[in-house]
């Protein structure tokens, strides 16, 4: 298959140049009624906090562009009283940003800038959905042609796009339900060891699952992403300043990000079974210096399995088309490290099974892993990559114990 139907963005290296030194959360739930602000701020708070600072140390913000109710600089002030002046960008939150913000940051803290920069994210669509209003089908049903040329025909919303994905990579690889339901076991079982998981206390067998009806065909609900209200955030600064900090520095050692042509018009992509992790992942790794047989533990953007499965596939961790074999069995248990041919995923649960918080959760997960803070800790976890996802584009980042 060509790939002309997408590109990789041009980044100069930041290897060595950013340390994550703080991770926070709001608790994941379900509807909750908390508002996306008060859910970010509590999360910068413990971010802060993990890293042994004060609000009056931050001097950067990074946000998502784009969607309502994140954070702002008046709202850091009025939580926590301060006054400094702040570096604003909107080249953070959460998806592909959540792993493409670091880069933002670098040129920010090498500049002078701002010396600890707080990347947040916020979503509350757990109550928005159960008061009639918000989600992510919003945007879709929104878009103009995808309103004019899409929904008249029934192409919507997201179930119904990953669902003809999901098909066609049965089709042309011989994919089955059950190896797609291998990647939902696998991420259940993670999330009743987290306590901070929305599913932590509902199990599932691969028996459970395939017994389960179709929703979408060939998708059934557990196939599909959470709906929550949560937040969470990650605090950079430079290697230097994180290591008279309170915890261990992770290292940013690499970044990439793809791009497809169709944008999120995903019928019209050139290869219906990839994402553009197949530009941003090679981009990454050759910034870092690594390849996929370094990486101890990965972490992706999971709206579906079957989208988990790609991804797994387009950045290099198995062949094109292996996906399903590859994933079959205990392979992404946290307890069947790569030394024993496994490869642990989405520790915390993921989309899946931790909560719906876009991606930023994922990044949180893996700098607690390189910590050995995990709740479902993997062995001797030295290299960590969270592969971000839109659609339209993503993201790989790669981080190192220092």
């Not at 608790?27 to 004060?54: N, V």
């Amino acid at each position: 298959m060509s790939l002309d139907w997408g590109w990789a963005t041009p980044l100069e290296s930041i290897a060595g140049q950013v340390a994550i030194a703080g991770v926070g959360e709001a608790p994941a739930s379900e509807r909750s009624d908390r508002s996306a602000l008060d859910m970010a701020g509590a999360a910068i708070e413990a971010a802060i906090a993990d890293a042994g600072l004060t609000p009056a140390d931050i001097d950067g913000l990074m946000i998502q562009k784009g969607m309502a109710g994140q954070y702002s600089a008046a709202a850091f002030h009025a939580r926590f009283g301060t006054r400094q002046d702040l570096w604003v960008s909107e080249a953070g939150g959460a998806m592909t940003w959540a792993g493409t913000a670091p880069y933002a940051a670098a040129a920010a803290l090498r500049t002078g800038r701002a010396r600890h920069i707080l990347n947040v994210f916020a979503i509350d669509w757990a109550s928005q959905k159960a008061a009639g209003t918000g989600g992510p089908g919003d945007y879709h049903a929104g878009e103009r042609m995808k309103a004019g040329y899409e929904l008249p025909f029934g192409y919507y919303p997201q179930p119904v796009y990953f669902a003809g994905v999901a098909r066609r990579h049965m089709h042309e690889y011989g994919t089955t339900e059950a190896q797609l339901g291998a990647i939902a076991v696998a991420q259940r079982v993670h999330a009743n060891g987290h306590p901070g998981a929305v599913m932590r206390e509902k199990p599932l067998t691969l028996d459970q699952y395939l017994a389960r009806p179709m929703l979408v065909d060939p998708l059934r609900m557990e196939d599909f992403c959470l709906i929550s209200d949560g937040a969470a955030a990650y605090l950079m600064t430079t290697p230097e300043r994180a290591s008279d900090l309170a915890k261990p520095p992770v290292i940013v050692q690499g970044v990439g990000e793809g791009v497809s042509r169709a944008g999120t018009y995903f019928s019209q992509q050139g290869d219906f079974t990839a994402t553009p992790q197949r530009f941003a992942a090679p981009a990454a790794f050759a910034m870092a210096g690594l390849s996929p047989a370094d990486v101890d533990v990965l972490a992706v953007y999971d709206p579906f399995t079957i989208v988990a499965l790609m991804q797994i596939e387009d950045m290099g961790f198995c062949a094109k088309g292996e996906g399903g074999g590859f994933v079959a069995g205990d392979r992404l248990s946290h307890a069947r490290g790569r030394a024993k041919g496994g490869l642990p995923f989405n520790t915390h649960g993921g989309l899946l099974s931790h909560a719906y918080l876009l991606g930023i959760a994922h990044v949180v997960e893996l700098v607690r892993q390189l910590r050995g803070e995990a709740a479902n800790q993997v062995a001797d976890a030295r290299v960590a990559a969270y592969g971000g996802f839109t659609g339209g584009d993503a993201s790989t980042l790669l981080m190192v114990c220092a």
